[in-house]
Nanobody
Framework: QVQLVESGGGLVQAGGSLRLSCAAS????????LGWFRQAPGKEREFVAA????????YYADSVKGRCTISRDNAKNTVYLQMHSLKIEDTAVYYC???????????????WGPGTQVTVSS
């Protein structure tokens, strides 16, 4: 079983950038697909981005495509989400997950972190 802890959230002005990190411990990090979801107040949790265990496949929600980049560093057991041109509607709690299938896009048995708050101000 893998434990995940997100960091890097905070308050940023619209148009700014932020890099989220998610550090993992336990399990075999390099075999997991990884990704990010987010949940805004009063809304359902939504998919943001994912990366396969090889790093060869990445996936993005239309709402962040072109503004976000997901990457992984297996040596550091960490997955990153670099976000640019942030919008007020990006305000949410961001959760990382580890997908045991390795694909990155299967969530039913995923492990989740506790989340980190991102607030974008005008």
């Amino acid at each position: 079983q893998v434990q995940l802890v997100e960091s890097g959230g905070g308050l940023v002005q619209a148009g700014g950038s932020l890099r989220l990190s998610c550090a993992a411990s336990g399990g075999t990090f390099s075999s997991y697909g990884l990704g990010w979801f987010r949940q805004a107040p009063g809304k359902e949790r939504e998919f943001v981005a994912a990366i396969s265990w090889t790093g060869g496949s990445t996936y993005y929600a239309d709402s962040v495509k072109g503004r976000c980049t997901i990457s992984r560093d297996n040596a550091k057991n960490t997955v990153y989400l670099q976000m640019h041109s942030l919008k007020i509607e990006d305000t949410a709690v961001y959760y990382c997950y580890a997908d045991p299938t390795g694909l990155g896009i299967r969530y039913e048995n995923a492990f989740w972190g506790p989340g980190t708050q991102v607030t974008v101000s005008s």
